[in-house]
């Protein structure tokens, strides 16, 4: 288990950051906010037509109306920030209300001590002249909107591009990004998903460590794992086993998990408002089950709705 920062380290921390920017020691007490032990994050900024794909699934109508209650559901979940420290938006459910017309549906997040985040790329593109190579779109005005999002409470970002984990330190070294203040969400190092043989959960588990051990530098606080397609179980024990590893682990190893988290529960929910109680209990239990296995703790079995369902699409993108 990764030990926190002494609090000698955590002022000079501080120090180095009041220096850097007016938001950089806010970066970093946020960084190591969502790291913390036990917790993970929850990846609820699927697109709009990300999540109409899910709602088909339940025979729900994607409408702004079911959007905002789905959401409303995931965040009034009582008890979930003691597993759930940050939750990813999409851009409508950031600026959205609640069904009184009048709570803000971010509101609901830091009421329950969850911190805001936002999704701020716009997808990807193919890369014209490459073997299947993208660019991410979003950095036209992102600026802008990154102030108006922290306006509206959003508190960290998350940027998707499909790179090589060397590639993105070496970039974010030569533009002196702060380290201090990022987190990682990669996808763990895993069979290839028409593999006849695929890797047991321990072979992923040591195969992913050692790449990070090999890539990832010490100042980055956590490395939040996306589930890539996996049941929401194995998700979970997959996660579990890294954090068993006996081996020399800096970094909070965590989960930041969207379809993992959420199968179950949007099995369970449907789309009816009698069934939200039912849900909510779906939530909690994968929100518990990825706690305990950030922690290394996880004794596996925690039954679902869907929770031994593949969520894997071929050629997925969101």
């Given at each position: 288990?990764?030990?926190?920062?002494?609090?000698?380290?955590?002022?000079?921390?501080?120090?180095?950051?009041?220096?850097m920017?007016?938001?950089?020691?806010?970066?970093?007490?946020?960084?190591?906010?969502?790291?913390?032990?036990?917790?993970?994050?929850?990846?609820?900024?699927?697109?709009?037509?990300?999540?109409?794909?899910?709602?088909?699934?339940?025979?729900?109508?994607?409408?702004?109306?079911?959007?905002?209650?789905?959401?409303?559901?995931?965040?009034?979940?009582?008890?979930?920030?003691?597993?759930?420290?940050?939750?990813?938006l999409?851009?409508?459910?950031?600026?959205?209300?609640?069904?009184?017309?009048?709570?803000?549906?971010?509101?609901?997040?830091?009421?329950?001590?969850?911190?805001?985040?936002?999704?701020?790329?716009?997808?990807?593109?193919?890369?014209?002249?490459?073997?299947?190579?993208?660019?991410?779109?979003?950095?036209?005005?992102?600026?802008?909107?990154?102030?108006?999002?922290y306006?509206?409470?959003?508190?960290?970002?998350?940027?998707?591009?499909?790179?090589?984990?060397?590639?993105?330190?070496?970039?974010?070294?030569?533009?002196?990004?702060?380290?201090?203040?990022?987190?990682?969400?990669?996808?763990?190092?895993?069979?290839?998903?028409?593999?006849?043989?695929?890797a047991?959960?321990?072979?992923?588990?040591?195969?992913?460590?050692?790449?990070?051990?090999?890539?990832?530098?010490?100042?980055?606080?956590?490395?939040?794992?996306?589930?890539?397609?996996?049941?929401?179980?194995?998700?979970?024990?997959?996660?579990?086993?890294?954090?068993?590893?006996?081996?020399?682990?800096?970094?909070?190893?965590?989960?930041?998990?969207?379809?993992?988290?959420?199968?179950?529960?949007?099995?369970?929910w449907k789309?009816?408002?009698?069934?939200?109680?039912?849900?909510?209990?779906?939530?909690?239990?994968?929100?518990?089950?990825?706690?305990?296995?950030?922690?290394?703790?996880?004794?596996?079995?925690?039954?679902?709705?869907?929770?031994?369902?593949?969520?894997?699409?071929?050629?997925?993108?969101?």
């Amino acid at each position: 288990r990764t030990a926190p920062p002494s609090p000698s380290i955590g002022r000079r921390l501080t120090m180095a950051a009041s220096q850097m920017s007016e938001y950089a020691e806010e970066l970093i007490m946020t960084a190591r906010a969502i790291s913390a032990t036990g917790k993970g994050i929850l990846a609820a900024d699927e697109s709009t037509g990300t999540i109409g794909k899910r709602f088909a699934q339940i025979e729900v109508e994607n409408n702004q109306d079911n959007r905002r209650a789905y959401r409303e559901m995931l965040f009034r979940t009582e008890g979930l920030s003691e597993y759930i420290s940050g939750v990813i938006l999409f851009e409508e459910t950031l600026y959205d209300k609640a069904a009184d017309g009048e709570t803000q549906l971010v509101d609901l997040l830091k009421e329950q001590g969850m911190i805001p985040g936002i999704k701020v790329d716009m997808g990807v593109q193919p890369l014209y002249g490459t073997n299947g190579e993208t660019v991410t779109q979003g950095i036209t005005k992102l600026a802008e909107r990154c102030t108006a999002y922290y306006k509206q409470g959003a508190r960290f970002a998350k940027w998707r591009a499909v790179l090589h984990i060397k590639a993105v330190f070496k970039a974010l070294s030569d533009h002196h990004v702060m380290l201090e203040g990022c987190l990682l969400k990669p996808n763990m190092v895993r069979s290839g998903s028409d593999c006849s043989v695929q890797a047991s959960p321990e072979e992923t588990a040591l195969a992913t460590v050692r790449v990070l051990q090999h890539t990832v530098p010490v100042a980055l606080p956590g490395i939040t794992f996306l589930s890539g397609g996996m049941s929401e179980e194995e998700a979970s024990v997959t996660l579990d086993a890294m954090n068993k590893l006996d081996t020399i682990k800096p970094w909070s190893l965590t989960f930041s998990y969207g379809r993992a988290l959420q199968q179950s529960c949007l099995q369970a929910w449907k789309g009816q408002a009698e069934n939200v109680p039912a849900a909510q209990e779906e939530l909690t239990k994968r929100a518990k089950a990825n706690s305990e296995a950030q922690q290394g703790v996880y004794g596996g079995g925690v039954a679902g709705a869907a929770s031994e369902a593949s969520s894997f699409v071929k050629g997925y993108s969101y």
